[in-house]
Protein backbone atom coordinates (compact mmCIF):
# COMPACT_ATOMS: atom_id res chain seq x y z
CA UNK A 1 0.00 0.00 0.00
CA UNK A 2 1.09 3.22 -1.05
CA UNK A 3 -0.67 6.63 0.04
CA UNK A 4 1.00 10.13 -1.63
CA UNK A 5 -0.18 12.98 -0.54
CA UNK A 6 0.21 16.69 -2.24
CA UNK A 7 -1.62 19.80 -2.84
CA UNK A 8 -0.38 21.47 0.65
CA UNK A 9 1.05 25.13 1.28
CA UNK A 10 0.98 28.59 2.33
CA UNK A 11 -2.23 30.55 1.93
CA UNK A 12 -3.99 33.38 4.07
CA UNK A 13 -7.04 33.23 6.29
CA UNK A 14 -10.03 32.89 4.36
CA UNK A 15 -8.53 31.21 1.63
CA UNK A 16 -8.62 27.93 -0.10
CA UNK A 17 -6.27 25.03 -0.96
CA UNK A 18 -7.24 21.35 -2.76
CA UNK A 19 -5.22 18.27 -1.12
CA UNK A 20 -4.58 15.13 -3.40
CA UNK A 21 -4.14 11.51 -2.53
CA UNK A 22 -2.79 9.06 -4.65
CA UNK A 23 -2.90 5.75 -3.92
CA UNK A 24 -1.74 2.03 -5.19
CA UNK A 25 -1.27 -1.27 -3.83
CA UNK A 26 -4.64 -2.52 -2.83
CA UNK A 27 -8.46 -2.26 -4.97
CA UNK A 28 -9.11 1.80 -4.19
CA UNK A 29 -12.59 1.18 -5.03
CA UNK A 30 -13.20 -0.79 -1.98
CA UNK A 31 -12.12 0.64 0.92
CA UNK A 32 -13.14 4.01 3.04
CA UNK A 33 -10.34 6.89 3.03
CA UNK A 34 -9.38 9.54 5.62
CA UNK A 35 -7.88 12.61 6.12
CA UNK A 36 -6.49 13.51 9.42
CA UNK A 37 -3.98 16.22 10.59
CA UNK A 38 -1.64 16.84 13.35
CA UNK A 39 -0.93 20.03 14.66
CA UNK A 40 2.66 21.25 16.25
CA UNK A 41 2.45 19.49 19.98
CA UNK A 42 -1.28 18.16 19.65
CA UNK A 43 -2.36 14.43 18.92
CA UNK A 44 -3.58 13.60 15.42
CA UNK A 45 -7.22 14.33 15.21
CA UNK A 46 -9.86 12.54 12.07
CA UNK A 47 -10.88 15.07 9.87
CA UNK A 48 -13.14 13.44 7.07
CA UNK A 49 -13.78 10.20 5.85
CA UNK A 50 -15.30 9.09 2.52
CA UNK A 51 -16.76 5.28 2.25
CA UNK A 52 -16.09 3.16 -0.59
CA UNK A 53 -20.02 4.11 -1.28
CA UNK A 54 -19.69 7.82 -0.64
CA UNK A 55 -20.88 8.37 2.30
CA UNK A 56 -18.80 11.24 4.22
CA UNK A 57 -18.26 11.92 7.59
CA UNK A 58 -16.51 15.12 8.89
CA UNK A 59 -15.23 16.54 12.45
CA UNK A 60 -17.10 19.26 14.19
CA UNK A 61 -14.24 21.61 13.26
CA UNK A 62 -14.20 21.17 9.78
CA UNK A 63 -17.43 20.80 8.74
CA UNK A 64 -19.37 23.43 6.28
CA UNK A 65 -15.69 24.10 5.17
CA UNK A 66 -14.07 20.83 4.16
CA UNK A 67 -15.07 18.72 1.18
CA UNK A 68 -13.97 15.05 0.79
CA UNK A 69 -14.18 13.23 -2.55
CA UNK A 70 -12.61 10.26 -4.38
CA UNK A 71 -12.00 9.37 -8.07
CA UNK A 72 -11.86 5.94 -8.17
CA UNK A 73 -10.81 5.48 -11.59
CA UNK A 74 -7.85 7.91 -10.84
CA UNK A 75 -7.37 5.63 -7.63
CA UNK A 76 -7.06 9.48 -5.53
CA UNK A 77 -9.37 11.16 -2.81
CA UNK A 78 -9.26 14.16 -2.53
CA UNK A 79 -9.76 16.97 0.58
CA UNK A 80 -11.30 20.59 -0.50
CA UNK A 81 -10.71 23.16 1.83
CA UNK A 82 -12.30 26.61 2.09
CA UNK A 83 -12.45 29.27 4.55
CA UNK A 84 -9.29 28.05 6.33
CA UNK A 85 -8.65 29.24 9.70
CA UNK A 86 -5.38 29.74 11.57
CA UNK A 87 -5.77 27.09 13.39
CA UNK A 88 -6.19 24.52 10.76
CA UNK A 89 -2.49 24.93 10.27
CA UNK A 90 -1.46 21.23 10.28
CA UNK A 91 0.39 18.57 8.76
CA UNK A 92 -2.34 16.54 6.65
CA UNK A 93 -2.39 13.07 6.33
CA UNK A 94 -4.08 10.19 3.99
CA UNK A 95 -4.85 6.97 5.70
CA UNK A 96 -6.37 3.64 4.60
CA UNK A 97 -7.52 0.76 6.90
CA UNK A 98 -6.90 -2.50 4.79
CA UNK A 99 -5.66 -6.09 6.49
CA UNK A 100 -6.26 -4.66 10.30
CA UNK A 101 -3.94 -2.34 9.40
CA UNK A 102 -3.75 1.22 9.13
CA UNK A 103 -1.76 2.86 5.93
CA UNK A 104 -0.41 6.46 6.44
CA UNK A 105 0.88 8.96 3.89
CA UNK A 106 4.02 10.85 4.39
CA UNK A 107 2.11 13.72 4.80
CA UNK A 108 1.87 17.42 3.24
CA UNK A 109 2.15 20.84 5.51
CA UNK A 110 -0.78 23.57 5.42
CA UNK A 111 -0.11 26.88 6.99
CA UNK A 112 -2.58 29.09 7.07
CA UNK A 113 -0.99 32.47 8.33
CA UNK A 114 -1.12 36.70 6.78
Known amino acids: VQLVESGGGLVQPGGSLRLSCAAS????????MSWARQAPGKERELVAT???????YYADSVKGRFTISRDNAKNTEYLQMNSLKPEDTAIYYC?????????WGQGTQVTVSS
Open 50 to 56: ISSGGST
Open 25 to 32: GFTFSRYA
Open 95 to 103: SVFVSAFTY
